[in-house]
């Protein structure tokens, strides 16, 4: 299939500028964060071109970072070196390697009220593991599966930000 008419992939990555419209109320940076992942992830799943990759791995990781920020792993100042902490992650860490350590680790730390979110990322993380084999291929299991990540990554991470306001 075309990337292109990789369709669930592109369309659900709306679930992430929803969701940040939902967090900026509690979190300004956690809502531009969660925006900025749906539109680069987006566009990573409309082009597949690498620096689209770069820039979905960025907008991950730069909510995975203004996550940890927010729950009080890192300092305020965490906000403003954010957007350049993220960028050598991306180049040079898989997202899938790097983007779920980061996360889990402000779960633990707030794990006092983030078992709801939590449990949302693990659902979503299985549907996730499930589709990656089927991703060269592009099958309909594949966009059903990797559109359902992106749907309940956007609702944990709106659990999240409000749980730990």
């Known amino acids: 299939m075309d990337r292109v008419l990789d369709t669930a992939c592109v369309w659900t990555n709306a679930a992430y500028i929803i969701a940040g419209a939902a967090v900026a109320p509690v979190n300004a940076a956690g809502g531009i964060a969660l925006m900025l992942l749906g539109v680069l992830s987006g566009l990573w799943h409309v082009s597949g071109s690498h620096p689209a990759l770069i820039g979905d791995r960025y907008g991950m990781y730069l909510v995975a970072i203004v996550l940890m920020t927010h729950v ?94």
Do not use: K
């Not at 954010?82 to 633990?108: F, K």
């Open 72 to 165: 009080g792993m890192l300092p305020e100042a965490a906000y403003w070196a954010a957007p350049l902490a993220a960028l050598p992650l991306a180049l040079w860490v898989n997202s899938y390697t790097g983007v779920p350590p980061l996360i889990a680790l402000s779960v633990g730390y707030r794990w006092d009220v983030l078992q709801i979110g939590a449990l949302t990322l693990l659902v979503a993380s299985i549907c996730n593991l499930i589709a990656l084999p089927h991703e060269p291929r592009h099958s309909r299991l594949y966009e059903v599966l990797h559109g359902l990540w992106h749907l309940l990554t956007a609702a944990a991470f709106v659990i999240m930000f409000h749980q730990t306001a």
